[in-house]
């Protein structure tokens, strides 16, 4: 088995989801089809609650800033004339989280209506959260042996806990040590990376970011964090300068802590 040895002075995990904890196939095949197949009748039924208007607004922002993109989907303001206004105003909102979807955006705005969309789901039992089956138990190994795990995901903190909450392995929550997603930055910016460590509480030299996705990892990397880049059945392919350059797990158990010896 290959061993990466997870240098003396990091003191926190920190981990991507998507390929990283949990299938892309996940993903791709069970949440986001449940947004796009739910995500009218959603609308239709919360539209009223506060809530639902506070994604909206923040979905309209978004199109605004998006105005300029090839294909983007404008959303109206209500007029407030006629009893066909809110339908039109929500067709456009359909139309705008498909767009956004079909280019797998990981927009604040649109991770936010997902992790409302998904909380019905999760806690009707209808939909369990999958996680690759080295990930608990050694999540468990690092946390005994004193190591803080941290999640830093494009899903919004909201959408992470209901993973964490309600998965095939149970509720396991309580092995995370705090959740961060785009609100404090995007994942390819270093600066987010920077920001992380400044609210933990630690140096970025304190921490191991584990992820499927280079731009990430070279970001991270780029704010002196030490990363690992995560290959799992499904991920997007590397290529052979991302193979030589970054180090490579393919499972969580090949991390060497020296402090568990
Ligand atoms: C709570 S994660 C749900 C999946 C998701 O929406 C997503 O964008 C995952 O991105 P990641 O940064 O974990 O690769
Ligand atoms: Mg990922």
Known sequence: MVVLSVPAEVTVILLD????????????????????????????????????????NLLRKQAEEDSHLDGAVPIPAASGNGADDPQRVIQAVVDNVCWQMSLDRKTTALKQLQGHMW??????????????????????????AGMKVYIYSSGSVEAQKLLFGHSTEGDIHE????????????????????????????????????TDVTREASAAEEADVHVAVVVRPGNAGLTDDEKTYFSLITSFSELYLPSSA
């Open 119 to 144: 909380r019905a789901a999760f806690k009707a039992g209808s939909m369990k959260a999958e996680f690759f089956e080295d990930v608990v138990p050694a999540v468990r190994k690092w946390r005994e």
């Open 175 to 210: 092995l995370v040590d705090g959740h961060f997603d785009t609100k404090i930055g995007h994942k390819v910016e270093s600066e987010s990376y920077r920001k992380i460590a400044s609210s933990i509480g630690c140096s970025t030299n304190n921490i191991l970011f584990l």
């Open 17 to 56: 989801i998507e390929g990283t904890t949990t299938p892309i196939a996940f993903v791709k095949d069970i949440l986001f089809p449940y947004i796009k197949e739910n995500v009218k009748e959603y609308l239709q039924t919360h539209w009223e609650e506060e809530e639902c208007q506070q994604d909206v």
